[in-house]
Each structure stands twice: as C-alpha cells, then as structure tokens.
C-alpha cells in the first residue's frame, strides 16, 4: 500500500516538474532579448544634431509664445 501510493506521488512530482520545465523552456525559446537594443539602421544622435537644434528651437519658440500670449490676456484683465 505505502509503495503504491509513493509511485503515485512520484508519477505526479515528476508531471508536475516536466509541465514546469517545459513552461520555462518555452518562455526561453519565445524571449526576445533583442528589444532593449535599437535596430543597426536606427539614426545616431550624431546624424540628427541639426535637426535636434531645430527642435530645440522651435520648442523654445512655442514656450516663449504661450507665456506671451499668457501675460497679454492677464494684462488685457487687469484692464
């Protein structure tokens, strides 16, 4: 009796271990670990410095209008 019901617990440890190993093999075979790399045609900062320039610049742009456009309707309540 004790040797039936120790093959059993064996048979269900050792299904439980297969099922858990091939759950992590296949999570490893289906990772993609190339994610957190850029692709090698990916645009170097170098290659972009005139256009971050003119970005750059026309974000500065942007902020200085919104806060003038902010002051005159503040000025235009005061009146």
Do not use: H, V
């Amino acid at each position: 009796m004790i040797k039936r019901i120790l093959k059993i617990w064996f048979i269900i440890g050792m299904y439980e271990l297969s099922k858990y190993l091939t759950n992590e093999l296949i999570i490893y075979l289906q990772s993609e670990d190339d994610i957190d790399t850029a692709p090698k045609d990916f645009a170097i900062l170098d290659d972009q410095i005139d256009l971050n320039r003119s970005f750059r610049r026309q974000i500065e742009n942007d902020i200085a209008k919104a806060f003038e456009d902010a002051f005159n309707s503040s000025e235009k309540e005061d009146n």
